[in-house]
């Protein structure tokens, strides 16, 4: 199964109390309303817990005399070891350094030992004299995926999807489309809308449960 942004659609506007058609066949027959309201609960529980279904991996390959590179579309993961934060980003089997007070860097090239970043950028330190190879874990921002398998911030084609395991999938739809139902209705006087809150309670309540060993320390950050 994918969640899909058309089956979402149908499915949410599906459910008991809703004012929305539920057999939408393409993208010209979804309501605004409820396309906000779908990707706003997505993007509220993605971004809820730090779920290792967010884990992503990607790797540098530096080149001579040049310290910039891309900054990933996420939250670079942290870990306390000892007393000392190490983030992410290791070259071989070390940590590089977080470099704070990269303004008062000297000029220097050679093997990577630390980083730091501004802007869009991921800055290498020293910069890099050769071909190395860096690898990153981060938390994922982008929650969703294109027919080309893009990262995108925004389900809008009826074919867009969510970017996540398929053992996560239901336990995740129930809590979206509770949620979405939510912000729908928007009014909490409603009395749909405290149906809807309480199935939401109960689903996210079970998806922490079974997704309780797959959330990342809360402290993990950037």
């Known amino acids: 199964m994918t969640l899909t942004f058309l089956d979402l659609y149908n499915e949410c506007a599906g459910q008991p109390w809703s004012m929305f058609d539920a057999d939408a066949e393409s993208l010209e027959d979804l309501e605004s309303a409820l396309k906000t309201s779908i990707n706003k609960a997505v993007s509220f529980l993605w971004n809820y817990q730090p779920w290792s279904f967010r884990i992503n991996r990607t790797t540098i390959r530096t ?59 991921l800055y290498i330190y020293p910069t890099p004299d050769n071909t190395y190879t860096l690898n990153i874990r981060y938390l994922l921002l982008p929650y969703g995926l294109n027919a080309e398998e893009d990262e995108i911030y925004e389900l809008k084609e009826e074919d867009d999807y969510i970017n996540i395991p398929e053992k996560y999938e239901t336990l995740f739809k129930n809590c979206l489309i509770s949620l979405a139902m939510m912000y729908a209705i928007a009014d909490e006087s409603d009395e749909n809308y405290s149906g809807y809150k309480q199935q939401y309670e109960d689903a996210l309540a079970t998806l922490t449960k079974y997704c309780r060993n797959s959330i990342i320390d809360r402290n993990i950050t950037w």
């Open 63 to 121: 080149r001579a005399n040049r310290a910039d590179y891309t900054v990933p579309n996420g939250l670079i993961l942290k870990k306390s070891i000892g007393s000392v934060d190490k983030y992410a980003i290791t070259y071989g089997n070390e940590f590089l350094d977080y470099l704070q007070d990269y303004e008062l860097l000297e000029d220097e090239y050679g093997e990577p030992k630390g980083f730091y970043i501004d802007g869009e950028s």
